[in-house]
Nanobody, 122 residues
């Protein structure tokens, strides 16, 4: 089991910004893709953004393209998700996991953490 810890969620007004952080070991960051996923009440968990450990290629869901940016911070051993121009539809619990966003193994993964709550409301 690869363990990661999410932080940075909170309450923000529409149009505001938040930065989420996923803390992990250097080994994890070097050998696994890191993905951000979210789940809103009554909906399935969905992939939001992912960063490859191989070539730093990225993936963004259509709903967040142009607004979210995923990056690795080597000094802090984190993968961060900068979220700008937030809208109420972004409200969800956000999780990070050592998974690529388009991997067929997502449905079989069972080591989700507690996540961090993001609420966008005026």
């Amino acid at each position: 089991q690869v363990q990661l810890v999410e932080s940075g969620g909170g309450l923000v007004q529409p149009g505001g910004s938040l930065r989420l952080s996923c803390a992990a070991s250097r080994h994890t960051l070097d050998y696994y893709a890191i993905g951000w996923f979210r789940q809103a009440p009554g909906k399935e968990r969905e992939a939001v953004s992912c960063l490859s450990s191989m070539d730093n290629s990225t993936y963004y869901a259509d709903s967040v393209k142009g607004r979210f940016t995923i990056s690795r911070d080597n000094a802090k051993n984190t993968v961060d998700l900068q979220m700008n121009s937030l809208i109420p539809e972004d409200t969800a619990v956000y999780y990070c996991a050592p998974l690529w966003c388009e991997s067929v193994a997502i449905g079989e993964y069972e080591y989700w953490g507690q996540g961090t709550q993001v609420t966008v409301s005026s």
